[in-house]
């Protein structure tokens, strides 16, 4: 951490912010009702009757609704972080550390998912009490665990470039929660559609297209790791890649805009980046 200073100094910043604790605690607070209501109601009052396949259950929803949770938190913590920057007048200062614009990027990346990241591991108690319940095996919980710190990644890392590349914080956080909608709703509704038109004539259109999407979906995809429903090899391999390109893409824009001596080669009113 200490061989980026940025990524040491947000790190502290944020988690030293007088919101942090209170951000924690009513995340873990809500996902422990919810956790506790959910398995109240799978063995409905009687504490004798536990049925795992209901747990299954329980863990199913549990999972797929924090994903979509910290998907649409981390925007909210990564979409102003360079563009937030530059509205404080503060971007200027931090071109001059001996920070690469590769660096400055992924300090900001990394800080904002730290917080983000602590919210999973909060909530892995409860995973674990539905793991007693027999609703879970260990492997599944860490590979959604895990899943679910990559999305994070990813998404703070479209947020941070975005911010990069949109010269305001308000139309950055669109391009933002535009992309995780993207992800999350568009994927899945027309995804899901595309699939129940499968029966029609456009059987392999619709099947295909259907696939391609479903694959681009974050939920789907870790309901595939809770083994809900299967997905093929070339379906990691599509999201892994296209979600990769998508970084790649626009991280030379982003990294474009943190070179000064480029600038001068910026259109009339942008000139003036800082």
Known sequence: MRANPLLYKEFRQRMRARRTPLVVAGYFVSMAALTFFLLYENVQGQLVLVLPARSEQVFLLMSLLQMTVVAFLTPAFAAGAISGERERRTLVVLLTTPLSPFGILVGKVLSSSALLALLLVVSLPLYSLVFLFGGAVPQEVLAVF????????????????????ALRSGWSTVLSYATVGFMVIFSGVVGYGLRLLAQS??????????????????????????????VSRHAWVLFLGFYAALVAVLAVPAVFRLR???????PGDERNYQ
């Open 201 to 230: 004539p456009m059987e392999f259109f619709a099947l295909r297209w259907s696939n391609d999407l479903l694959a681009l979906n974050p939920l789907w995809m870790e309901a595939s790791l809770a083994g809900v429903v299967n």
């Open 260 to 266: 000064p001596q480029l600038w001068r080669l910026l």
């Open 146 to 165: 895990g899943f679910q710190v990559l999305n994070i990644v990813l998404i703070a890392a479209l947020s941070v470039l975005w911010s990069t590349i």
